[in-house]
């Protein structure tokens, strides 16, 4: 079974760039979260998606924008790039009810020049 | 703010021995838990998860301990293994996360042969 897969794999921009990040869940999971792993600052959970619709909210500013797509693959969006979105970037992915395991991909490596 | 486990030890262990990982977790109303292991490159793999009916919980070398009433997590892995070296993390969720994992700031694990 394959796992939950994330493009690309690295991603360079500037700074006031706009970045698009991709996940594809594992077959059968409706729901896909993205999280934020900054150095120094842990695992930070940015946005859940599930059926196609944002279910919950981190607290990140509103330029960190994503949607889920029909086949629950999903993307995250960046606008505004600041040099503090530097980061490695997680989606995973879980059945779709409360309180179920999270699987996660390998990440988005996010560097701003 | 939110948090689980905020300190990040390193834990050096003899291969063949036994390791045990720690946590504290902030929610009382935590009803989640799971434990990841993340080495380097790569995002957290699944271990094993507890709900909070549970106090204990076994999968293939590892044990998950729950102590709610001092809010203690505690992951037990059995004769360590060089691959067993990455950082650990805890996590946590609940109902009022809405399915949104909050985790520790996680512990290193080095194995020794």
């Known amino acids: 079974e394959a796992g939950v897969t994330q493009s690309p794999t690295h991603l360079i921009k500037t700074r006031g760039q706009q970045a698009t990040l991709r996940c594809s869940p594992i077959?059968?999971?409706?729901?896909v979260y993205w999280y934020q792993q900054a150095l120094g600052l842990g695992l930070q959970f940015l946005l859940w998606?599930?059926?196609?619709?944002?279910?919950n909210r981190g607290n990140f500013p509103p330029r960190f924008s994503g949607r889920q797509f029909p086949n629950y693959s999903s993307e995250l969006n960046v606008n505004a790039l600041e040099l503090e979105d530097s980061a490695l970037y997680l989606c995973?992915?879980?059945?779709?009810?409360?309180?179920?395991?999270?699987?996660f991909g390998d990440g988005t490596r996010l560097s701003i020049l | 703010g939110e948090s689980v486990g905020l300190h990040l030890p390193t834990l050096s262990v003899q291969e063949g021995d036994n390791s045990i990982i720690n946590c504290a977790y902030s929610?009382?109303?935590?009803?989640?838990f799971i434990w990841y292991k993340q080495e380097s490159g790569k995002g957290p793999q699944f271990i094993i998860d507890?709900?909070?009916?549970?106090d204990k919980r076994q999968g293939q070398r590892v044990t998950v301990l729950l102590n709610k009433t001092v809010k203690h997590l505690s992951l037990q892995i059995a004769a360590t293994q060089p691959g067993d070296s990455a950082v650990y993390f805890c996590?946590?969720?609940?109902?009022?996360?809405?399915?949104?994992?909050?985790f520790g700031a996680g512990t290193i694990l080095r194995v020794k042969s």
């Open positions: 995973a992915s879980s059945l779709g009810q409360l309180n179920q395991p999270q699987h």
């Open positions: 077959s059968g999971h409706t729901s």
């Open positions: 998606y599930d059926e196609g619709e944002e279910r």
């Open positions: 929610n009382s109303a935590s009803d989640y």
């Open positions: 507890i709900r909070s009916n549970m």
């Open positions: 996590a946590e969720t609940s109902m009022e996360y809405g399915n949104k994992l909050v």
